[in-house]
């Protein structure tokens, strides 16, 4: 009796691992993670969403003073935070570089003031490096826009500080409310001030 009985729990054990593993699905490829400002931040969630490799993005605030900030804080306050994106990627299919060059591309680097219709820290343009090898892209991507658009780029390479993911109702705001987002980012003026100032740009050599 008690033979059987070990046995049936040795078989129940058995199917529980086996529905664990099952559950669990493989192992997940290894990601990392790049934190951009580029104004708006569902313009840069949207605009980052497009890339290949690209896994997830987050929206929220970097680079400031305050804990846990919310939108009203940010945008009514003098945190020092900037609206932001927390990309991550898969390294595999793209590379911090490349996406470090779609970033300088996807903005407009010469404005220190902010981005198109939005003006005010909060909106200005900066890349939030984690370590010496994000770094070195980032110092290189920079270079590289900075040459093709004259010695313009005003966008500064920085120390990655604490990320704080915005409110839920900005996450994917381009896909929860696809008529207000292009209205907002038409009449804004991102995607003609974005072509004007790359079109003009110095070939890469």
Known sequence: MAQRLRSSLAAAAATLALAALTLAGPASAETRSAVFAGGCFWCVEADFDKVDGVTDTVSGFTGGRLANPTYKDVAYSDTGHYEAVKV????????????????????????????????GDSYRTAIFVDGPEQRAAAEAAKAAANDALKGAVVTPVVDATPFYPAEDYHQDYYLKNPLRYRYYRWNCGRDARVEEVWKNAKPAS
């Open 88 to 119: 991550t990627y898969d390294p595999a299919k793209v590379s911090y570089r490349a996406l470090a060059d779609y970033f300088f591309h996807h903005v407009d680097p010469t404005d220190a003031g902010g981005q198109f219709c939005d003006r």
